[in-house]
């Protein structure tokens, strides 16, 4: 049985940083395609990252470029997103998610290629 458990999530100031952290085990087959997702109630939840774990390409939404990194630390089964520069829109549940569709580069922001989900950790921005 697959797991996701997110870490990191809290509150900071606008501006300010935090680091999430994604464990994931339980697979026999490694994800092709990692991500990170956000979500607020009433609103769809919506891509800001993902990584194609065996080339290391990574993907952005326009709205986190330049101020957030995926990363992936394959021996550790651990994916990261360090999030800095920080804004009060950037609050949300924050979710992690593994995919085993080859399609990451083309797919990466669709919800669907996602075969498991963390419970989510919660981002507070100001």
């Known amino acids: 049985h697959v797991q996701l458990v997110e870490s990191g999530g809290g509150s900071v100031q606008a501006g300010g940083s935090l680091s999430l952290s994604c464990a994931a085990s339980?697979?026999?087959?490694?994800?092709?395609?990692m991500g990170w997702f956000r979500q607020n109630p009433g609103k769809e939840r919506e891509g800001i990252a993902a990584?194609?774990?065996?080339?290391?390409?990574?993907f952005y939404a326009e709205s986190v470029k330049g101020r957030f990194t995926i990363s992936q630390d394959s021996a550790k089964n651990t994916l990261y997103l360090q999030m800095s520069s920080l804004k009060p829109e950037d609050t949300a549940m924050y979710f992690c998610?593994?995919?085993?569709?080859?399609?990451?580069?083309?797919?990466?922001?669709?919800?669907?290629?996602?075969?498991?989900w963390g419970q989510g950790t919660q981002v507070t921005v100001s």
């Open positions: 998610a593994a995919g085993w569709s080859p399609r990451c580069g083309g797919g990466w922001h669709v919800r669907s290629l996602y075969g498991y």
């Open positions: 339980g697979y026999t087959v490694r994800p092709y395609c």
């Open positions: 990584i194609d774990t065996g080339g290391s390409s990574t």
